[in-house]
């Protein structure tokens, strides 16, 4: 008796386990959430309003109108001037440092591109406010009466503000929620992924109308910033098929679409969902079925 | 039992597995496609031998500007302004650097080389797709210096049809009906030219007056009504021989032969008693059989392609408006049923739309519509414009144009105009003189 007691007890606990596991709430943990940017902003200037300090005041009113700003330009150019005269040594700049270096230590065009890339991508990660943030303290640093405790205070504010954000980061939208959960695009992104490829594609305008060769399917794998991983061609087959030249033309100028798009303006969450995606593209329409 | 049950369990746990997405693309960007036509390249030796020959200084050059021009004028394709190149000819043309032409935004590149071997005219050349990095198509052509423009015609073809997915026209040639002197004098010729307006050439010498030339889709042979002692009679004229010959005298007033598909029989029409009907004659054994029977005025017949119907224009009705029938004269059915007169109907080469001639309120357009009657689009609106003939691919039509006379009597022309089936492609077409009823032929290269 005991004994079938505890093995039902053990079954129950364990269907219990899987259907916990089993609950939507899990499966959001592991995915992608958008940036919110203007959040951090506001916090850290209710963080560091101290009322003791007048001058230190009007200064944070001063970043506040600063953030202000960059809530609605999310670039601030005298940022991206400073990344970019830590990060790239132009020949311009000091011709003493050219001659000093050795010739390996010049950094190849390439690389100066890329590190030039990587900063601007900052501007649209969350990440970047840390170092606003630091930027902030550093102005406030020279200026106020009480440059320790102005510090701590911000401190304290940044730790703060990375923990709501990266709480803030792991909740999303319903709308989100909802996308992410059904592996769907949501008419917005879907909408931004077909206008940019609108763009891109050149139709081959003589190309006879044939119903039954208006349709190429490519199928693309990106990497998280959109850049095309790989291309594969659904109907590949039919390309090289004999009397379907005019598919192929159509698929030719498929392909140089997507080619012109790359790296294609993703989603910025969700990246499984995108990883691999298919575009239908349908001429029948453009060349006048 | 136990491994059974956690394996079950482990079953239903869920995994993250997302359905592709799938997105629709419906449109795109109407912008012909960019193009580099690199100068085919040419050794010393051969460009002073061609130059001794044909007294072009560089043909190389000559020969990608005839390419450049054709693509340009097709609407489909913007060559892009050579000065940007910035790969030399040469080079190019044995491994083109696809980062330097990518940078000026080509899609497509053409290259190529010039020879002179053997007293002849080699040229080679490439068309490379940019993006893709790779060749999509290499060939080589042999033939007499003198054929240096039709080599030029052939390449934009061959890669016209291989961007597009349709056959080309630029080989081509169009015959028309030269026009000097004052409106009521007229001295009409017959005149064959390219289809880019170069080579032109007069075939007959204006004494008689001559009238609606028109091409065999299958051969170079043009049939083209011509007044003898004030006698309408129809001609055969053999393009590549030169040798002309009478089809036959004809009762009454006879009006716009053309031929079959397959080019072995004639249809047109004949004026007598007042009426007007459609026969076809058959060029072997010359029987004549008579079409339409209808107190009207049916006239301006043309062949589908396949041959299996006929379309038509006839005042039946009451005014003049388009027909289609089967090509031995049964199941006519009205085609067009807008406002104002219809006329000049003439099948696509692609067999998918007529286009025709339309007069309503004083204005003349030309347009097409599909077999059945329906989508009427009108491409062009003019003062005076008629009889469009179809280019060899379906895509272009070629019409004349004639413009007011002043009050003084002067200021009157008549020249060629072509258009494509979006209507935005209009362009003239030079002529040394005033021009009318041209008719495209097919291509010389099939």
């Not at chain 2, 414009?385 to 002043?406: C, H, M």
């Amino acid at each position: 008796m005991n004994r079938s007691l505890i093995i039902s007890s053990a079954l129950h606990a364990l269907l219990i386990f899987i259907t916990a596991m089993s609950l939507p709430f899990l499966a959001k943990k592991p995915l992608d959430v958008p940036p919110v940017v203007s959040v951090e902003l506001i916090q850290i200037a209710e963080k560091t309003n101290i009322p003791f300090a007048p001058k230190a005041k009007k200064i944070i009113e001063k970043v506040k109108e600063k953030e202000k700003k960059l809530v609605s330009e999310q670039a601030p150019p005298k940022k991206v001037e400073k990344t970019k005269t830590k990060t790239v040594i132009s020949p311009d700049q000091n011709n003493k440092k050219v001659e000093n270096q050795t010739p390996e230590a010049i950094p190849l065009p390439e690389k100066t591109v890329k590190k030039v890339e990587t900063k601007e991508e900052k501007k649209q990660n969350p990440d970047k406010l840390d170092e606003e943030v630091k930027q902030v303290s550093e102005f406030e640093k020279d200026d106020l009466f009480d440059p320790n405790e102005l510090k701590a205070k911000i401190d304290k504010a940044k730790i703060d503000s990375s923990k709501q954000k990266l709480k803030k980061n792991n909740e999303i939208t319903q709308d989100q929620d909802k996308s992410v959960l059904t592996g769907k695009l949501t008419i917005t992104e879907e909408q931004a992924l077909q206008a940019q490829i609108f763009t891109c594609w050149s139709i081959p305008l003589g190309l006879p109308y044939a119903p039954e060769d208006m349709l190429v399917r490519i199928k693309l794998s990106l990497k998280p910033d959109g850049s095309i991983d790989d291309m594969e061609m659904l109907d590949h087959v039919k390309m090289n098929t004999p009397g379907k030249e005019r598919f192929r033309t159509l698929a030719d100028s498929v392909r140089r679409a997507v080619q012109i798009c790359n790296p294609l303006r993703v989603p910025a969450s969700g990246y499984e969902r995108w990883k691999n995606i298919i575009f239908n593209f349908d001429a029948s329409e453009m060349l006048g079925g | 039992m136990l491994k059974k049950i956690i394996l079950f369990f482990i079953i239903l746990i869920p995994v993250n597995a997302f359905a592709l997405i799938e997105v629709d693309i419906t449109r795109g960007n109407l912008d012909p496609l960019p193009l580099a036509v690199s100068p085919l390249s040419i050794d010393e030796t051969s460009r002073k031998s061609f130059e001794k020959i044909l007294k072009k200084e560089n043909i190389g050059s000559e020969i990608s500007n005839i390419v450049e021009n054709n693509l340009k004028t097709s609407g489909l394709f913007n060559p892009l302004d050579k000065k940007a190149f910035l790969q030399a000819p040469d080079i190019a043309n044995l491994k083109p650097r696809f980062e330097d032409w990518n940078l000026i935004k080509a899609q497509a590149l053409i290259t190529g080389k010039v020879n002179y071997v053997d007293d002849k005219l080699r040229v080679e050349f490439r068309l490379w797709d940019v993006l893709a990095a790779k060749e999509m198509m290499a060939l080589a052509f042999t033939t007499v210096p003198n054929n240096w423009r039709r080599v030029g015609h052939i390449i934009s073809d061959k890669v016209y049809e291989r961007l597009t997915g349709e056959k080309g026209y630029f080989d081509t040639r169009i015959i028309y009906v030269s026009e000097e002197g004052p409106k009521t004098q007229r001295i009409k010729k017959l005149a064959i030219m390219d289809q880019d307006g170069a080579n032109n050439k007069f075939l007959t010498l204006g004494n008689e007056l001559v009238l609606t030339p028109r091409f065999n889709p299958a051969s170079q042979m043009v049939t083209y009504l011509s007044y003898f002692k004030n006698m309408p009679r129809v001609y055969l004229l053999d393009i590549e021989t030169g040798t002309q010959e009478v089809v036959g005298d004809f009762p009454g007033m006879t009006f716009a032969p053309r031929f079959s598909p397959d080019g072995k029989k004639i249809i047109m029409s004949f004026a007598k008693d007042g009426k007007s009907d459609i026969y076809t004659m058959d060029l072997e054994n010359r029987i004549v059989e008579k079409i339409t029977n209808h107190p009207s005025i049916d006239t301006s017949p043309s062949y589908s392609p396949d041959g299996k119907y006929i379309t038509f224009n006839s005042d039946r009705s009451g005014y003049q408006q388009i027909y289609v029938m089967k090509n031995d004269g049964s199941d006519i059915k009205r085609i067009s049923f807008g406002n104002g007169l219809y006329g000049t109907p003439v099948w696509s080469p692609r067999g998918d739309l007529i286009a025709f001639t339309k007069l309503h309120k004083g204005k003349f357009y030309i347009g097409v519509m599909r077999t059945d009657g329906s989508g009427e689009r009108l491409l062009t609106e003019n003062y005076y414009q008629e009889a469009p003939s179809w280019s060899p691919n379906g895509r272009v039509l070629i019409f004349y144009r004639e413009t007011k006379t002043d009050s003084k009597g002067e200021g009157f022309s008549a020249k060629l105009w072509s258009i494509d089936l979006t209507g935005y492609n209009e362009r003239q077409i030079k002529t040394p003189t005033d021009a009318s009823d041209p008719s495209w032929s097919s291509l010389l290269s099939n």
